[in-house]
């Protein structure tokens, strides 16, 4: 294998391009972002991923991995690019279609394309078609076809920030090719580099596969955000609730929190909606119990603030998960929003792995503050997301502090 080509240098492409380059292959990143690309050349992620800039340190120096804004002929291409959804939560393959078009003239007999975006059921089949568009001299291979001049398969990231590098490597793999050939050609692949084992399926079934993981993880985070305004109505104290009730040899409901955020979960549910809304009622149910969540908190947050004269009030974290600065589809961000919105206060927030406020909350008269700033000037305090950082804070600090927590950072 000469050269592979990883095409989305994100959370999921470039701690893939780190990891398969120092399993001994050629790996070209590619991204659109020319700042991404110069940060990558320069031996350092543009992400914080524990692990990572000592990887990229180690492969860009011995020219293992290099990155670039511009396709360049390979042995494997790795679509890794975003798949966001558009008004009305439709899935938006754009990205998707925009790679296909740039490796389309690149493709040779024998190569090897492999989506790794998380899509919706049938986005392999409509990138395959995509390379038959733009490549009719090419033979591409069709669904329950065996001929065909190149191999295109599906096989979706299983990873958790903060352990991708880990993951990548030894997670299983669900691998569903456009045909049997397709499918051998990528397990041959992910066998030079991953230690997890490579299940063999069908594209559409690998896709739908990836949706139900998250979908599933969905529907059980909504049952504890939904059981924890359930207790609040009630004078119940949920975090105790589920402790005991997990002593059940036979429950293990999960913590709630401000809602779900990042990539995946927040977002992968609407792709089964999507395809199948008369049937999807229950993954429907719990997107919608999620999404309302942040408003559930400010709503709370308000009341607290009824009694006091202007407060400030601090949002803690406005990553969607604790320890990274990942802010995609954070429910913090959007509980901040709202928060705003109530004009309840004077709003800043706290988050300390980002140095700048997000486009969503610029313009709003919200500042970013440190963690010691929040302890000086906030008269409400707010944890939204459960930084280790916030743990730390001395208990006199938060003295005559009113806090609510909506992420049991406190627990």
């Given at each position: ?160 920030p903060g352990k991708v590098i880990q993951e990548v490597v030894e997670n299983d793999r669900v691998i569903g090719g456009i045909t049997a050939e397709s499918s051998r050609r990528a397990v041959a692949f992910y066998k030079n580099a991953i230690k997890g084992t490579c299940h063999i399926t069908n594209a559409r079934t690998a896709e739908l596969c990836k949706l139900s993981e998250n979908s599933f993880r969905d529907v059980n985070i909504a049952f504890a955000n939904e059981l924890s305004m359930i207790s609040a109505k009630l004078g119940v104290d949920v975090y105790e609730l589920i402790t005991l009730t997990n002593h059940h040899p ?162």
């Open positions: 294998m000469n050269q592979i080509s990883i095409l989305g240098l994100g959370y999921v492409g470039l701690p893939s391009a780190a990891v398969f380059a120092d399993a001994g292959m050629k790996v070209v990143g590619v991204d659109i972002n020319a700042k991404s690309v110069e940060t990558i050349n320069s031996g350092r992620a543009h992400i914080v991923e524990p692990g990572l800039d000592e990887l990229l340190t180690k492969v860009v120096g011995n020219g293992s991995l290099r990155a670039t804004t511009a396709a360049e002929p390979s042995d494997v291409f790795i679509i890794a690019v975003p798949t966001p959804f558009k008004e009305g939560n439709v899935p938006d393959l754009e990205y998707v279609k925009s790679a296909a078009t740039m490796i389309a003239p690149l493709i040779e007999q024998g190569n090897l394309v492999i989506l790794e975006s998380t899509s919706p059921v049938g986005a392999t089949e409509q990138l395959a078609g995509w390379i038959r568009d733009a490549r009719p001299d090419l033979k591409v291979p069709e669904l329950d076809s065996e001929e065909g001049d190149i191999f295109v398969a599906y096989c979706p990231e299983r990873i958790l036979r429950v293990n409901i999960l913590q709630p929190g401000t809602g779900v955020g990042g990539h995946c979960i927040a977002v992968d549910p609407w792709f089964i909606v999507d395809s199948a809304p008369d049937e999807a009622r229950i993954i429907r149910m719990a997107r919608e119990v999620n999404d309302s969540k942040p408003g559930w908190v400010i709503e709370q947050v308000r009341k607290l603030a009824e009694s006091k004269v202007q407060p400030v009030i601090a949002c803690m974290g406005l990553a969607y998960k604790p320890d990274v600065d990942d802010l995609r589809e954070s429910p913090s961000i959007e509980a901040v929003k709202l928060l705003v919105d109530k004009a309840v206060g004077k709003v800043v927030v706290c988050e300390p792995f980002v140095d700048a406020l997000p486009g969503p909350l610029n313009n709003l008269g919200v500042d970013l503050l440190s963690v010691e700033q929040v302890c000086d000037e906030a008269d409400i305090i707010v944890f939204l997301t459960a930084h280790s950082q916030f743990r730390n804070i001395p208990a006199h600090q938060l003295k005559n502090k009113t806090i609510f927590d909506a992420c049991g950072l406190t627990k």
